[in-house]
T-cell receptor, first 114, second 115 residues
């Protein structure tokens, strides 16, 4: 049973466009929702994260939108650049617990065309 | 600061053989995690060490997998005997604190192919 569902599986966007990746979760105990960015040959790296007490968090061109009632959250990449081409993973955790365990989505491969 | 180091970066072994993956966490990070990504699927949690103790090993698939962290420094993940379905990318991560919301640092992974 997959607790975090991510879509789309792949995404192609023109340079300057907006990339949107969506995730949905089941477990209402989750209280920490990070996004990780992974370039080929590298490990995932934390990009941006949000807690469920806010509906939006913005860091530069990256924004997380969070809808607690719908149990959904999304990543928006504004003014997408070829350097943003990577695989993006959403994740969820009970961040206040001591396990440190993250539940990941399946990943979205983003290609930004010049 | 050196990052999380994993080796080998790639390993191709035959079904039935044994493979040992190694992870060197960031110095001073007591928390070490193993994850695995089977092709095209989600990254799945395997286990979490706090120093040399297993805090959570709920994600270990079966008893063919053995993880150790002697002395609370580097960790090894041994697969014996390897099966075809064990193929995937194995990631190690480390963190100062055991809480996910502090974020942790991943290594580049070991790509394991069982043929």
């Amino acid at each position: 049973q997959q607790q975090v569902k991510q879509s789309p599986q792949s995404l192609i966007v023109q340079k300057g466009g907006i990339s949107i990746i969506n995730c949905a979760y089941e477990n209402t105990a989750f209280d920490y929702f990070p996004w990780y960015q992974q370039f080929p040959g590298k490990g995932p790296a934390l990009l941006i994260a949000i807690r469920p007490d806010v509906s939006e968090k913005k860091e530069g061109r990256f924004t997380i939108s969070f809808n607690k009632s719908a149990k959904q959250f999304s990543l928006h990449i504004m003014d997408s650049q070829p350097g943003d081409s990577a695989t993006y993973f959403c994740a969820a955790s009970t961040g206040s617990s001591n396990t440190g365990k993250l539940i990941f989505g399946q990943g979205t491969t983003l290609q930004v065309k010049p | 600061e050196a990052g999380v180091t994993q080796f080998p970066s790639h390993s191709v072994i035959e079904k039935g053989q044994t493979v040992t993956l190694r992870c060197d966490p960031i110095s001073g990070h007591d928390n070490l995690y193993w994850y695995r990504r089977v092709m095209g699927k989600e990254i799945k949690f395997l286990l979490h060490f706090v120093k040399e103790s297993k805090q959570d090993e709920s994600g270990m698939p079966n008893n063919r997998f053995l993880a150790e962290r002697t002395g609370g420094t580097y960790s090894t993940l041994k697969v014996q005997p390897a099966e075809l379905e064990d193929s995937g990318v194995y990631f190690c991560a480390s963190s100062l604190r055991p809480k996910a919301n502090y974020g942790y640092t991943f290594g580049s992974g070991t790509r394991l192919t069982v043929v």
